[in-house]
Nanobody, 126 residues
């Protein structure tokens, strides 16, 4: 059983930056692909970014490409999401997730992730 705890959310003005962190425990962190998803009020949960088990491959939603960067430190069991040039439409609860799957075709599908954190609120004001 893997436990995931996100931190780093908050209120920021448009154009600002935030860095989200996700700490994992209870499993072998390096055996999981890690993902970030977000959910805004009244909307479905959507894929934001993901990183392979080794960290050598990263994946991004088109809406955040060039602004967000995902990284991981397997020695510290941590995955980060650096968010720059934030926009009001980035406002959502952000979730960290862990997947046993190695299929890159499934990286954006939230049902393929096995463990989820509780989420952290990100609010971007205009």
């Amino acid at each position: 059983q893997v436990q995931l705890v996100e931190s780093g959310g908050g209120l920021v003005q448009a154009g600002g930056s935030l860095r989200l962190s996700c700490a994992a425990s209870g499993g072998t962190f390096s055996t999981y692909r890690m993902g970030w998803f977000r959910q805004a009020p009244g909307k479905e949960r959507e894929f934001v970014a993901a990183i392979s088990r080794s960290g050598s491959s990263t994946y991004y939603a088109n809406s955040v490409k060039g602004r967000f960067t995902v990284s991981r430190d397997n020695a510290k069991n941590t995955v980060l999401l650096q968010m720059n040039s934030l926009k009001p439409e980035d406002t959502a609860v952000y979730y960290c997730a862990a997947s046993r799957s190695v299929l890159t075709t499934l990286v954006m599908i939230h049902s393929t992730y096995d463990y989820w954190g509780q989420g952290t609120q990100v609010t971007v004001s205009s």
